[in-house]
């Protein structure tokens, strides 16, 4: 599973220019989580990304990860900016349009993907 998960995100980190980030991967087997989460550092360039357990949706969840690198640099400077200014509602809706947006990316992305994939076969 690790090595599926490291092979995925050097894949995803070329295509989404993350090269410059140190990313490191644990696998846990939880019985009641699914998915996977991502722990970053934007000033130092790092982050952990957590799998739990076995599930069919792995490149999902890695993309899914790491766009929250892509567009957390942005929400991070926002909140940097923000500092003290946005009550704890806000920040939680801050949050909750990022996730938004990088689900909505991941979507595209995979799509895009499968479709130059299936175009591809079909030229062959």
Known sequence: ??????????QWQEILHLNDWQIEVQ????PNKRG??????????KATIIVYNHHLF???YILHELLHLVVGDFTNLLSLLTENKLSN???QLLLFSEDQLVEKLTNIL???RNYAGTTQSEDR
């Open 1 to 10: 599973m690790r090595e599926k998960v490291e092979k995925l995100i050097r």
């Open 27 to 30: 696998v846990r087997n939880y």
């Open 36 to 45: 996977a989460i991502v722990s970053p550092d934007f000033r130092y360039r």
């Open 58 to 60: 792995v490149e999902e």
């Open 89 to 91: 509602q806000e920040k």
């Open 110 to 112: 995979l799509e895009v």
